[in-house]
């Protein structure tokens, strides 16, 4: 069936709740409004109040009782509307949600999921359009997922509700309706920790996840005008990485672009730079270079393109390397 990344979303969550009655939704406007960016629409008509519940407005109520249903042998998914919002929630986060399976030594896990939109593009408002990933990867013991495609967005939905660890799980507000596939019907899952190969090439390896998948695979289009031919790898999930993947492409081409929407400095391109420079130095024909966002606070619509990376400035930072 042919659908966009908000009806993938959905999509996902009906099919497991009404496989597994122990999944269940929570947040702010979640039930009869369907939600922010209405993932959820038709949830609770189909499963109920009980199962699809409409919380205050608390992030750290909402994330702190999924840890405790979590604990108590439910799957919740709780929904943030925007990540810029969840800080309230760290502390959960942080001190409950991704310590309790080490705190009890592996006697308690917290299955669950807190799905937030991320990212900018859509001229919103002011804490609308953080791309904060690089924090929830440094927290041992949560999952970070961020998918770009619709098929994606279904088949790592539906193995993060069925993952016995906590999973952050990033929409990136700009894709969930910019395109439409044809994605699986009924059960489908994907692996996390698994990279995609969005683009076969052989001449350097762009790195990017979420909306940046999109913006790179523009760059190579122009790129490929000029005889460039650029290999994108779709990370999918940050936590774990598939180091692999990214090795093997990177010890292939001996190029490398890395292309994030977040802030630049220790951003989660640092972490990849680090990676490739400990485990393929010897195989780079240039320095790595990033492309990533600036080191202030996301603009306000006015500004917002001239902060977001775009397809000519990967292109630009793909011919220094390729003429290094």
């Not at 279904?154 to 999973?167: F, N, T, V």
Request: hydrophobic share 45%; glycine share 8%.
């Amino acid at each position: 069936m042919m659908m966009n990344n908000v009806q993938a979303v959905n999509d996902a969550l009906m099919y497991e709740m009404g496989r597994d009655p122990t999944v269940m939704m929570m947040g702010e406007d979640v039930g009869r409004e369907g939600g922010v960016f209405r993932a959820t629409t038709g949830l609770q008509q189909k499963y109920g109040k009980a199962r699809v519940v409409d919380t205050p407005l608390s992030e750290n109520g909402i994330v702190g009782t999924a840890v405790g249903l979590a604990l108590n042998g439910m799957k919740p998914v709780a929904e943030i509307q925007f990540s810029g919002f969840v800080f309230a929630a760290y502390d959960q986060l942080i001190s409950h949600a991704s310590r309790m399976r080490q705190r009890s030594m592996g006697r308690y896990h917290v299955p669950m999921v807190v799905r937030m939109p991320f990212g900018g593009g859509v001229r919103a408002l002011e804490h609308h359009s953080e791309s904060d990933e690089t924090i929830y990867t440094q927290i041992p013991g949560l999952k970070v997922v961020a998918a770009c495609t619709p098929t994606d967005m279904k088949g790592l939905l539906i193995s993060a509700i069925r993952d016995p660890d906590p999973i952050i799980f990033l929409e990136h507000i700009r894709l969930y309706r910019a395109f439409r596939e044809e994605v699986p019907e009924g059960e489908f899952t994907l692996p996390i920790g698994k990279a995609r190969v969005a683009l076969q090439g052989n001449d350097l390896t762009i790195l990017a996840w979420g909306a940046m998948v999109n913006v790179s695979l523009e760059a190579a289009k122009q790129l490929q005008k000029e005889g460039i031919n650029a290999e994108v790898i779709d990370l999918r999930t940050l936590k774990p990485l598939d180091k692999e993947a990214v090795l093997n492409s990177v010890k292939r081409t001996g190029r490398v672009v890395i292309v994030e929407e977040a802030h630049r400095i220790s951003g989660f391109g640092s972490d990849l730079g680090a990676i490739i420079a400990e485990d393929a130095m010897l195989y780079l024909k240039a320095p790595i270079i990033r492309v990533s966002g600036y080191d202030i606070r996301f603009p306000l619509y006015k500004l917002e393109d001239e902060y977001l990376p775009d397809p000519h400035r990967v292109a630009v930072a793909a011919k220094e390397v390729m003429n290094f």
